[in-house]
């Protein structure tokens, strides 16, 4: 998911010059060397300059040609503040989690835009939030309870516990839009999504 108000331009640019990059990086050493060979087997001046260009026309030819760009290669090429991605989610359990929010949000899409671009901002948050806290979740797996430390592990436990039972109330409150056939009670529990804060 991208952030709001991100522009995705700039990072689609960006995937497709390092996939083109990618691309023609082996092929221009390849075309180097056979232009080499080419020019030094012609048997004259001019047949060894026109058969040595012919490996870079084609290498031109193939850098123009479109590039297919998986949606992780945009994803990898734009900043962390712009989007979140399941990719991202190194957590299996975090990973199915943020994936059913996206669900249930994409299942509400065509309702009445004001409230869901409200709800957008607040699944976004979500989501920054979920990821974030991935650093947080692995360093208390490998942390050891000791004396010391048993106050701040916790205190970041209870946190934890706190932003999860948030973000299952969004995903819960969610999933009953995306569930719910009566168009009066769907526009009930959007409002009520909408008044929901994951962080707070």
Do not use: K, Y
Request: aromatic share 4%.
């Amino acid at each position: 998911m991208w952030r709001p108000e991100a522009e995705v331009g700039p990072a689609r640019r960006a995937a497709t010059r390092r996939a083109r990059r990618d691309r023609l990086r082996p092929l221009a050493v390849v075309a180097v060397v056979l232009s080499a060979v080419l020019a030094v087997m012609a048997p004259t001046l001019w047949w060894s300059a026109g058969l040595a260009c012919v490996p870079l026309l084609v290498l031109a030819l193939i850098a123009v040609l479109p590039v297919r760009l998986a949606e992780w290669d945009v994803v990898s090429a734009g900043v962390a503040r712009d989007v979140v991605h399941c990719g991202q989610f190194t957590d299996p359990v975090q990973r199915r989690r943020a994936g059913r929010l996206c669900a249930h949000f994409d299942a509400v899409r065509g309702l009445e835009a004001r409230r869901v671009a409200r709800v957008e901002s607040l699944l976004w948050q979500a989501l920054v939030a979920l990821r974030d806290s991935l650093v947080v979740r692995d360093a208390l797996q490998r942390t050891e309870n000791r004396p010391g430390l048993a106050a701040a592990i916790a205190e970041t436990t209870r946190e934890l516990a706190e932003l999860d039972r948030r973000l299952d109330q969004l995903e819960d409150a969610l999933r009953i839009v995306a569930e719910e056939s009566d168009p009066d009670l769907t526009d009930s529990a959007l409002r009520r999504v909408a008044s929901l804060d994951p962080l707070r």
